[in-house]
């Protein structure tokens, strides 16, 4: 049975550079589907409109394309634009490559409708990624079930613990500390910046016991910084963040 969560709206920012980035945000949105009555955001931004998503999807999902011809996909730009046209309570940031445990999801938005968090990470700051292999069998399955029971036979994607992915928040206190950070151009230090922010002006955070699964997919230039200017520019921001006083 379907968990009501019409209190929620994810937002999932994707350019589909490759078939199989294509074939995850698909994976990705039904597997939050199956589990949940819930608002999904979608905005496809690239340089032109091939029709795919908005076929496959239907009208299931809230889709909107727009045209950027920038190579560089401005994600916190995009994000603060897309949080600027809905209401809900709460909100989402999902990463098009990601599945989350329903349970996770579920405990986490409980804690934020009880007032006792401001942001709920529905993972323990460990992201795996799935392999190609157990990729294509969860396809198969359409089964969560199947990435849990195979833990053991995937790789951490970082030996940090992670702050991004998948993020859900009281909408209100997000858009009081800024929103996204658009001073972060393209793939970056921006999740980072975020739990930063809310760790400085004393917001409550949440987060569960499970892992994050990653989605296997070709590595593009918005995958990674593009140079190392790019990156020079991310870490300064990302000190700025946290040596400033709210």
């Avoid at 079930?145 to 195979?150: D, E």
């Avoid at 995958?223 to 400033?244: P, R």
């Amino acid at each position: 049975m379907k968990q009501k969560a019409t209190d929620i709206t994810i937002l999932i920012l994707i350019r589909t550079d490759s078939i199989a980035r294509l074939e995850n945000v698909i994976a990705v949105i039904r597997h939050l589907q199956s589990h949940f009555d819930t608002n999904i955001y979608l905005l496809e931004a690239d340089r032109h409109c091939n029709g795919i998503l908005r076929e496959l999807l239907g009208s299931s999902i809230r889709y909107e394309f727009v045209e950027d011809n920038d190579p560089i996909l401005y994600k916190t730009w995009y994000f603060n634009r897309m949080l600027e046209t809905f209401n809900t309570p709460f909100v989402a940031i999902w990463d098009a490559d990601t599945i989350v445990e329903s349970a996770a999801i579920n405990e986490c938005l409980k804690e934020l409708r009880k007032g006792n968090t401001d942001i709920a990470l529905p993972y323990n700051g460990v992201c795996l990624d799935t392999s190609e292999i157990l990729r294509t069998l969860y396809f198969k399955k359409q089964d969560e079930t199947v990435l849990v029971r195979n833990i053991n036979k995937m790789n951490r994607m970082s030996e940090h613990i992670l702050v991004g992915g998948s993020v859900m928040m009281n909408r209100q206190k997000f858009m009081s500390i800024g929103g996204e950070n658009e001073a972060y151009y393209g793939w970056g230090d921006d999740d980072f910046d975020r739990y930063i922010r809310f760790m400085n002006h004393g917001l409550k955070i949440y987060r569960s016991k499970n892992v994050l699964f990653h989605l296997s997919h070709p590595r593009g230039k918005n995958s990674g910084f593009n140079t190392e200017l790019h990156k020079k520019i991310s870490k300064e921001q990302l000190y700025k963040t946290q040596n400033m006083i709210p």
